[in-house]
């Protein structure tokens, strides 16, 4: 099991940028594919962009690519996700989470470990 906390939330205007951080705790964290979540409310929880677990291969929703960046420091456990050209759509609690899969997953109910939450607020 691995324990996420994110960081690096917050209120920004359109067209700019945040970087978020997500912290694992234990000694297994290359063990575990990561990925970023997104929920607004009434809305359901959408992977954003994910990570395998040696970093190489990458996904990305389509309403995020080219402008959002998954990547992730296997000898810090920091898994983090650059966001530029932020639009007001992009309003919503940032999750990450965490799976034991040699690739990469979609589903949300397949990861098994989740962070907190952090907020993320876009201005028009």
């Known amino acids: 099991q691995v324990q996420l906390v994110e960081s690096g939330g917050g209120l920004v205007q359109a067209g700019g940028s945040l970087s978020l951080s997500c912290a694992a705790s234990g000694r297994t964290f290359s063990s575990y594919a990561m990925g970023w979540f997104r929920q607004a409310p009434g809305k359901e929880r959408d992977l954003v962009a994910a990570?395998?677990?040696?970093?190489?291969?990458?996904y990305y929703a389509d309403s995020v690519k080219g402008r959002f960046t998954i990547s992730r420091d296997n000898a810090k456990n920091m898994a983090y996700l650059q966001m530029n050209s932020l639009k007001p759509e992009d309003t919503a609690v940032y999750y990450c989470a965490s799976g034991r899969f040699p690739s990469i997953v979609v589903a949300a109910h397949a990861y098994g470990d989740w962070g907190q939450g952090t907020q993320v607020t876009v201005s028009s």
């Open positions: 990570i395998s677990r040696s970093g190489t291969s990458t």
